[in-house]
């Protein structure tokens, strides 16, 4: 009689732990949203690498500008609208249509 109790009260235990595992693993903190944990990471990860390649692609050129004068005449040329004597420059706005 002992032994068919002892039985029956592990029977209990383990439908309540397996009742218990389905609840949490359905609820708010379960798959579902170990799912959605895992896309963040992916789309920061993406985000992330996009944003060390630019960090590269600005670090490249501000290493050109340091090594070359004639990119940095330019570079100041642009930035200034500045031209050298018979030079004629042209600039075009967005949007027009000529």
Do not use: C, W
């Amino acid at each position: 009689m002992r032994n068919q109790a002892l039985k029956g009260v592990y029977a209990v235990v383990l439908v309540a732990g397996i009742a218990y595992a389905f609840i949490e693993l359905r609820g708010p903190g379960g798959i579902g949203a170990l799912l959605q944990r895992r896309a963040l990471v992916t789309q920061y990860e993406a985000e992330n690498q996009k944003l060390n390649q630019e960090l590269q692609h600005r670090q490249d050129r501000i290493q050109r500008l340091e090594q070359n004068p004639t990119e940095q005449e330019f570079e100041i040329r642009r930035r200034l609208k500045l031209a050298k004597p018979g030079e004629k420059i042209f600039i075009i706005e967005p949007g027009s249509k000529k």
